[in-house]
């Protein structure tokens, strides 16, 4: 049994919702939504599952700043600054490479928010991570206590946010009379969010693979980063089991040019699902993921499984990559109309 300290932010369960016309749009059987957009606060994401756990063992340990980073776009900086907030602690966060872009969406939150922010001309996890190192030393000759919190906020403590994820899924599921998943379909960053699920699923199996849609990684190396992330979760909780990649498949075809720049079949899946479903995603993570799910139904044989899309947020960019939306199908429908 664990019993990480939980500093409560999620106002309860986030809705699992029938995607009907969506489903029928791509020629699925069954498409169900799993909404941790609506996670709560600040425009809500996946990140504050795993910042009631990072925050709790913050606040435990008696830390009265918390340092995070990203790049300028990251929801997690947004989420950690909203979340610290709600806590009474200070945020420093700490950003990739050394130009300050357009105050507009998540970057725009974090000055809404208060959070104090530094461009650190450092790249990648590993860089940011050790800017953040040397930003807690300041913290400290200036007598701060500071909690530094990795990119995506992926630690066993955080993941843990989504083990419990995966049995809230299933309490839904079984209410709800669903038979279970046969596919589940999420995008991955560091990977911290599918460990979490994976992790959960190895405690309570319920035959779902659960299909992470890198945004960055080679499927090489994000495998490696769930594997590494998920054994150590597994041990964090005490599970005697050894962690598996069984239940889990990465598939890294859909990132398009790179990280942070639209795909035009991510943008295509943005399209789709809000003239569907009225349901918004984002062009970085969730637009790339729901791509993935579409070109699997139609080019590979799902069509005919039990999918469920877990949308982990994000939305706030899309305001950010307003030009590359423009274009499209929505656009010439507008302008048809009198
Ligand atoms: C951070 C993030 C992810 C990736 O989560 P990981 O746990 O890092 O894999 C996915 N979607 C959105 C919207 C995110 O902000």
């Known amino acids: 049994m664990v019993d990480f300290p939980r500093f409560p932010i999620l106002w309860g369960e986030t809705p699992l919702m029938p995607l009907p016309r969506f489903a029928r749009a791509i020629g699925a059987k069954s498409v169900w939504i799993k909404r941790d957009d609506l996670t ?29 980073g990203g790049s300028l776009q990251s929801n997690h900086a947004r989420l950690t600054i909203a979340a610290a907030n709600r806590a009474g602690l200070d945020t420093w966060l700490c950003f990739a490479g050394s130009r300050w872009g357009s105050i507009q969406g998540n970057l725009l939150l974090d000055h809404l928010l208060g959070a104090t922010c530094f461009l650190t001309g450092a790249y990648g996890s590993e860089g940011l991570l050790q800017a953040m190192e040397e930003k807690a030393e300041e913290a400290r000759e200036q007598g701060r206590k500071p909690y530094v919190i990795p990119v995506g906020g992926s630690t066993a403590v955080g ?11 299933e309490r839904q599921r079984k209410q709800q009379n669903l ?19 994976a992790c959960g699923q190895e405690r309570d199996p319920a035959g779902t ?14 495998e490696q980063e769930v594997r590494h992330l998920g054994d150590n979760l597994m041990r964090e909780i005490g599970e005697a089991g050894e962690f598996s990649l069984q239940s889990v498949r990465i598939l890294d075809d859909y990132i398009g040019r790179k990280y942070g720049v639209p795909s035009e079949e991510g943008n295509e899946a943005i399209r789709l699902l809000a003239q569907t479903e009225g349901v918004c995603l984002d062009p970085v993570y969730t637009g790339k993921a729901l791509a993935g799910l579409i070109d699997q139904v139609k080019n590979r044989d799902a069509s005919d499984k039990n999918l469920l899309f877990w949308h982990t947020g994000g939305t706030p960019a899309l305001f950010t990559h307003a030009s590359s939306l423009q274009g499209g199908r929505s656009v010439e429908h507008r302008l048809d109309c009198p």
């Open 40 to 68: 709560g606060f600040a425009f809500g994401g996946n990140k504050l599952r795993k910042l009631e756990f990072l925050l709790g063992e913050a606040l435990e340990q008696g830390c009265d700043l918390i340092i995070t």
């Open 159 to 169: 993941d843990y946010g989504y083990v419990l994820a995966w049995d809230e899924l």
């Open 179 to 197: 038979p279970p998943f046969d596919e589940i379909y999420l995008p991955a960053g560091t990977g911290g969010t599918l460990a979490g699920l």
């Open 209 to 222: 693979l659960l299909v992470g849609i890198s945004v960055w990684l080679s499927k090489e190396k994000a």
